[in-house]
């Protein structure tokens, strides 16, 4: 796991969720323009649970997962705000984060986490992908 040492994040997504991986591919974009260490782990990935044992990809699946170069764990809109913070565009989900906007936004981030499959339906035309790559 010596890539994970050298990541500032490493963000656990869902590789089969067409909006998943469009924004992982945002992310790694800007990343790799800023020269950000950003670690991008699908959890369907054949190997993923023998090189990550610790996260449980069934919680993965229900709500984002981040790792911390110091293995601090972040989930849901933190993940998000650490991953758009390290590329330079923390302002666009700054708000999500303030005190009185928190609550709401974590709950709507957990409805929109449950329906992302019809969400991208409706978005994509695509429910779901069977094998979507942050390279296309």
Request: contains cysteine.
């Amino acid at each position: 796991m010596e890539a994970s040492l050298a990541a500032q994040l490493i963000l656990f997504y869902d590789g089969g969720c067409p909006l998943c991986v469009h924004e992982m591919r945002q992310l790694k974009a800007l990343a790799q323009k800023r020269q950000q260490q950003l670690q991008f782990e699908d959890i369907w990935a054949h190997d993923f649970t023998e090189r990550f044992p610790h996260i449980d990809t069934a919680q993965a699946n229900r709500i984002l997962h981040g790792q911390q170069a110091d293995d601090t764990m972040l989930y849901g809109l933190d993940v998000t705000h650490a991953a758009w913070s390290a590329v330079g565009r923390g302002w666009l989900t700054a708000p999500l984060r303030w005190p009185l906007v928190r609550w709401l936004a974590d709950k709507g981030y957990l409805g929109f986490a449950k329906h992302r499959n019809r969400i991208s339906k409706l978005i994509t035309g695509k429910e779901r992908c069977l094998q979507c790559s942050l390279d296309e």
